[in-house]
């Protein structure tokens, strides 16, 4: 009989699910229980019961799994952000090393190496944070609670830099201090949406950015004069979003004081970032990825290197001179005009620039004859349009370096490269995302000669 809601079971936590949630099985029916951990046997409650898998919440624990630490955060598992504060990091490096594994094989059907996970610091390793402004007796500003819209009130977090805390509480209390009003999401009136933070690891620069629901803030100045108790402080900003949207930046933005971007260094390379360019959050761990994503174009100095979803250009940048040419490509011209200045004040002379959608271009520079030696393909979560992956074989690079922070359309899209002559030599996962439930991998795909 399956689980009805309301039953308590015993359960073996076996794994876990995509979202860092414990899973374990009674009587071939799959139960999910938050904050379990791989090892642990407990009763659980369930709270809702359907006909293929149950949702489940711990009642006791009666084993504890080896895996288990102490949580150190009083929001853990009430905030989204992180899915591991309560297992070792050796544990959560395991896991989704596996995550990886699982992906390849279950799901492509792929035999493929994957390394060990490339890690980096674990705290305080976001440089960009978005906190959510309301009002409840005050103004608060935190994160939203799990699936919700109420704002839990709470400016630190062990991902990000300290300052960022001191910074949210600047901005509070000059709301408080001049009736500045919160936006209301349900009514859609109030002003402060959103305090956007950026810092530059290496530079030290930070941008702070008001999201409002309006054109202009009032009191500006006097939020500036706060503001500037904050050492690095180089760029001021709102970014105006008056559409009732979950989005959170819109597209306009204006400068209060200070540059319109701040400015850091990735790779050995300067890289300009304005508000709304695309720029890894971990910085570390962005340098580590590249140098992998380097190591296998394998460079020698002759290859023309075609970067697809350049962003900022940012990777293309990083390798530059140790190839023949760059070619990037990306869909937001904003971060376009980023990469051709991030290329100018660097002196590379060798990257070419382009906006479109990566489908379009790629045919584009097919038609031209471009050929070029290796693809770099880095697309966001929903992976690569079927005709992108079917015009970059037919180019014929010899190498494919696939970069991915979904490694399910990862693990899809390589399988479908299988069918155009490409094998997935290795994947080497990277936790650019530590305590959260995303991983990050960069494949090595070879052009196989033998069909030739
Ligand atoms: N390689 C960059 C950015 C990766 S994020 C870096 O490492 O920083 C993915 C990028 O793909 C984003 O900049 C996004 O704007 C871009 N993008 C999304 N859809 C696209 C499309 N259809 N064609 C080209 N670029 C696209």
């Known amino acids: 009989m399956s689980l009805q809601k309301n039953q308590d079971i015993q359960l073996n936590i076996e794994g876990y699910t995509a979202e860092g949630n414990g899973v374990g099985h009674y009587n071939g029916q799959a139960v999910f229980v938050s904050g379990a951990a791989k090892g642990d046997t407990i009763i659980a409650h369930i709270i809702k019961a359907k006909k293929t898998y149950a949702i489940g919440i711990i009642k006791q624990i009666l084993k504890k799994s080896q895996d288990r630490i102490d949580v150190d955060c009083p929001h853990f598992r009430s905030c989204g ?48 944070a978005q906190y959510p402004v309301g009002f409840e007796k005050g103004i608060v500003a935190g994160f939203y609670a799990q699936k919700s819209h109420r704002i839990i009130n709470s400016s630190d977090c062990v991902l990000q830099p300290e300052e960022f805390a001191n910074i949210v509480e600047i901005v ?195 038609d031209k004859n471009i050929e070029p030696d290796a693809v770099i393909l880095d697309p966001p979560r929903k992976g690569c349009d079927k005709e992108v992956l079917e015009y970059v074989a037919e180019m014929k690079p010899k190498k494919i370096v696939y970069v991915s922070c979904d490694v399910s359309t990862q693990a899809r899209d390589c399988a479908i490269l299988k069918e155009l002559g490409y094998e997935t030599k290795e994947v080497t996962p990277v936790d650019m995302f530590p305590c959260t439930s995303h991983t990050e991998s960069v494949a090595l795909l070879i052009k196989n000669t033998k069909e030739e």
């Not at 792929?110 to 705290?123: G, R, S």
């Not at 990825?289 to 697809?308: C, H, I, P, Q, R």
């Not at 040419?325 to 376009?336: C, L």
């Open 81 to 128: 952000g992180c899915a591991y504060r309560h297992i070792s990091y050796d544990a959560e490096k395991q896991l989704k090393k596996q995550k990886v594994v699982d992906a390849f094989t279950r799901l492509a059907h792929l035999d493929v190496k994957v390394n060990d996970i490339i890690t980096c610091k674990t705290e305080r390793y976001r440089n960009k």
């Open 172 to 366: 509070k209390n000059w709301m408080t201090e001049f009736g500045i009003s919160a936006y209301d999401s349900v009514n859609h009136t109030g002003l402060v949406r959103h305090i956007y933070i950026r810092k530059a690891f290496v530079t030290g620069q930070i941008m702070v950015c008001l999201v409002i629901n309006g054109d202009e803030i009032p009191k500006s100045h006097e939020l500036v004069d706060d503001l500037l108790r904050i050492d690095g402080l180089k760029s001021v900003v709102i970014n105006i979003n008056k559409e009732k949207t979950n989005v959170i930046l819109g597209l306009e933005c204006k400068t209060l004081w200070g540059e319109d971007y701040i400015e850091d260094v990735l790779c050995g390379v300067k890289i300009r970032l304005s508000p709304l360019s695309f720029y890894q959050v971990n910085h570390d761990c962005a340098e580590l990825l590249y140098n992998k994503a380097s190591e296998y174009v394998g460079a020698t100095g002759n290859e023309t290197v075609l970067d697809l979803y350049c962003g900022a250009g940012t990777i293309g940048l990083s390798m530059a001179n140790k190839v023949k040419k760059v070619i990037g490509v990306e869909i937001i011209p904003e971060a376009i005009e980023d990469a051709k200045v991030n290329a100018k004040n660097n002196n590379i002379e060798n990257c070419e620039f382009y906006c479109g959608d990566a489908k379009d271009a790629v045919k584009i520079l097919k």
